[in-house]
């Protein structure tokens, strides 16, 4: 595994994928870097990550033969490493966000932004961005978010915890060498299982800007979020067309 430790960069997604674009990379390249001035979030968010403090790193994932149809197991495998690596370091009652933030209590400790380059039905390689909340204790203007120092009182060291959460990683995607596909449901049903807000009563905003109650009940294979309305009527939602309020 090779690890590319930049001071700056815009963003590490962004450097992989440039970086990808003009040589060829082997899995599990991986980029960190100590600032970034454009971190990407999702749904064209900005990421802001104090410099130096946490972790913020893309890695790369090549597949031979990993149908489009299939990618949200790919959300799914990295939520679970980041989620059981958390676990294993003591941070309480995880949950993931759908479709894939990881919260401590209500507080987010971290993101995902998952880039993939596709040719044809087919993903070719996925680029992982994740942004981890280690040791910054001051987010002056982000109500909800914490870091494993806030958790825990620990200042951690950056580059060892990279390092174990990139075996997690490893581990976790050796899943889909294997044949039998019971491993991966198991580890679906394991996320919808952490699921935050699942069967609780919830506030939802739709892309018309209405507010709406519904109960989180599923996530389909395909990673719509399945929605109970209060008629008991059950309604699929992508990323675009649904916000989690509380
Ligand atoms: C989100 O929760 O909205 C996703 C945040 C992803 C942030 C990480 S930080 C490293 C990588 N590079 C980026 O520009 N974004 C991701």
Known sequence: MQIIKLNATESTNAYLKELLAEVALKDFTVV??????KGRGQMGTVWESEPGKNLTFSVLKRFDNFLVSNQFMI???????????LKK??????????PNDILSGHHKIAGILIENILSGDKIQSSVIGIGLNVNQIHFNNLPNVSSLKLISGKNLDLEELLKSLLETMGEMFDILKSKN????????EKYKSVLF?????STFRNENDELFMGFITDVSQE????????DGIKKEFGLKEIKLLY
């Open 32 to 37: 960190m870097a100590r600032e970034q001035s």
């Open 75 to 85: 959300n799914v495998l990295v939520s679970m490493a980041l989620y059981e690596h």
């Open 89 to 98: 370091l003591h941070i309480p009652d995880l949950r993931v966000k759908w």
């Open 181 to 188: 596909s019971t491993k991966g449901n198991a580890l679906l």
């Open 197 to 201: 807000r699942k069967d609780k009563p």
């Open 223 to 230: 990673g719509k979020l399945i929605i109970t309305l209060e």
